[in-house]
């Protein structure tokens, strides 16, 4: 289906079925006729980035995630 910790289905992107090269086609297909949609996607993508998957915000959940487990290890 996808990476759905990045896509959202009809938010920042489409998720298709694996091996469904007919529904592949036709989400390229309309990617390619609707301006307004792939923008939307665009932004969508970029904030969702920003928001979820900047430097900063990675590094503070490993950090979270090492203070967790060496909390339960010792």
């Known amino acids: 289906v996808g990476c759905t ?3 959202e289905d009809g ?4 998720l298709i079925p694996v091996e469904d090269s007919k529904i ?11 301006d307004e949609l792939r923008e939307k996607f ?6 969702k980035t920003i928001v979820n998957f900047s430097s900063h ?3 503070e959940k490993y950090i979270e995630y090492y203070k967790y487990f060496i ?3 010792l």
Not at 11 to 14: A, E, T, V
Not at 42 to 47: E, F, M, V
Request: no cysteine; charged share 20%; glycine share 6%.
């Open 5 to 7: 910790e990045v896509v």
């Open 11 to 14: 938010f920042n992107g489409f």
């Open 24 to 34: 592949l086609s036709q989400k390229i297909e309309e990617l390619l006729e609707n």
């Open 42 to 47: 665009a932004l969508n993508g970029y904030k």
């Open 57 to 59: 915000i990675v590094v």
């Open 71 to 73: 909390s339960h290890l």
